[in-house]
């Protein structure tokens, strides 16, 4: 009675522990589809198999005979597939498929072979050639898979590098202890005994099955920190892609603003005056010189709404665009005043991204700075210097007769624009007198994009 009851009692516990795990974990894989658990449900089917056969159910839903012949055919077949389908299940859970460790990989294909060919090699032999006494193979084998599990334990321990994988190896050392116990009890086998040495193993599946629920809880906290830091991350770069949708849509309600303004000023201002010259024409009838102005405004509307175009088109956002436009537009206005130009272009990196507005504004400073040469000057030359390293360097440099008073100077309709222009550049502008004038514009090129 004692074999029956103690048995009975051990292996019907740990049945109950199996399938609570195997649902569980079949519920886990469904939501997580980890093909780690797909080896534990097998290594769990083939556990419950062994427990099953060991809780002496049969013998009471069997005739003793059929349970006995049963028992002899399959308990040797059934635990050692259950002790395989366990080194897959550890094998798997330490990634070995993807370890370099020549030993850990070969031997994980060599258990199989051994192991499987050990149990079909058995129910085989069992069936054309009954026997009772296998002891020597029993003895064998186990010894072989105490080895070889003793080896890749300690292999494994050495190639640990995550905190689930410590939990699994605890657990697979703590089995194998509880093995050896079973094997050594199995050797002095008795009546007496108060627990046998299947019961060992149970207790061996057991404790194995507290290791990997610790482990798998483990896991599972570090999966949900590290997705809850994915949605973070994934939370941030939205924000931080909306912050730039809307400083982007601030821009280019900026840049209709700005757009908006100079066609209010230039085109405006220009059609005004066409309108009012052209009632003055035939008001007084004086049409050569009405038309005269009124040519010479239409012509300046036509240059403003090409350098209105010229900053719009995107095409011409290189720094070298922007060197060349200044430059045509100084050699012709120049050379319609009679004034010399010397122009020099030293600029390191002519692919240099230089938006619209910004283009603009250092286009409308150049215009404005030979705008005062031609009107107050009297220059007869005019070098232009522009220089990119880290900052945009833009020198103005005429030959005429200077400024009195430079300070006071600045304060000039003019003059007080052009500095405004620059210090929403960021930049620096400078004048003084040099043998004539001489304005330095300094913008820093990270703003100039």
């Not at 898979?145 to 003793?150: N, P, R, V």
């Amino acid at each position: 009675m004692h074999g029956l009851i103690f048995q009975s009692v051990i292996s019907v516990l740990l049945l109950g522990v199996i399938l609570l795990a195997f649902v569980y974990h079949i519920v886990l894989y469904y939501y997580n589809r980890d093909r780690l658990f797909l080896h534990y449900l097998v290594y769990l089917t083939f556990t419950g198999l062994f427990v099953f056969q060991r809780s002496g159910f049969l013998f009471y839903w069997l005739e003793p005979e059929i349970e006995l012949k049963l028992y002899d055919f399959l308990n040797e077949p059934i635990q050692i597939l259950y002790l395989a389908t366990y080194f897959n299940f550890i094998l798997q859970s330490l990634d070995i498929t993807k370890s370099t460790h020549h030993f850990l990989y070969w031997s994980k294909t060599f258990i199989r072979i051994i192991l499987l060919g050990y149990a079909l090699g058995f129910i085989l032999i069992k069936t054309f050639f009954p026997f009772e006494d296998y002891a020597l193979a029993f003895t064998l084998i186990r010894i072989f898979i105490f080895l070889l599990t003793f080896i890749m334990l300690w292999e494994c321990f050495k190639l640990r590098h995550i905190t689930f994988q410590l939990f699994i190896l605890i657990g697979s050392a703590c089995y194998f202890v509880f093995g050896i116990v079973s094997f050594i009890s199995n050797l002095n086998a008795s009546d007496t005994q108060w627990i046998y040495p299947p019961e060992w193993l149970m207790i061996g599946s057991f404790t194995d099955i507290v290791f990997f629920s610790i482990a798998l809880s483990h896991r599972n906290k570090q999966q949900w920190e590290k997705m809850n830091l994915a949605l973070l991350e994934d939370a941030n770069e939205i924000i931080a892609m909306q912050k730039l949708v809307l400083e982007k849509q601030a821009a280019l309600e900026n840049e209709r603003n700005r757009i908006a303004l100079d066609m209010h000023d230039d085109l405006g201002s220009g059609l005004t005056k066409i309108n009012y010259l052209s009632q003055m024409a035939l008001m007084k009838m004086d049409y050569e010189a009405s038309l005269k102005k009124i040519h010479q405004t239409s012509s300046d509307l036509v240059k403003n709404m090409s350098e209105i175009i010229w900053a719009l088109n995107e095409d011409n956002d290189r720094l070298e665009d922007l060197c060349s436009f200044i430059k045509n537009y100084s050699n012709d206005y120049l050379e319609n005043n009679t004034i010399d130009l010397t122009i020099q272009i030293d600029i390191n990196n002519p692919t240099l991204n230089v938006i619209g507005n910004h283009r603009r504004s250092i286009f409308l400073l150049v215009k404005e700075a030979l705008h005062n040469v031609v009107k107050h000057a009297q220059a007869s030359s005019v070098i232009i210097y522009i220089h990119q390293s880290e900052s945009l360097l833009l020198t103005i440099h005429d030959n005429g007769i200077g400024f009195q008073d430079p300070k006071s100077s600045i304060l000039n309709n003019g003059l007080r624009n052009m500095e405004k222009r620059v210090q929403k550049l960021n930049g620096t502008f400078q004048i003084e007198n040099d043998q004539g004038t001489k304005i330095t514009l300094c913008i820093p090129v990270a703003h100039l994009n």
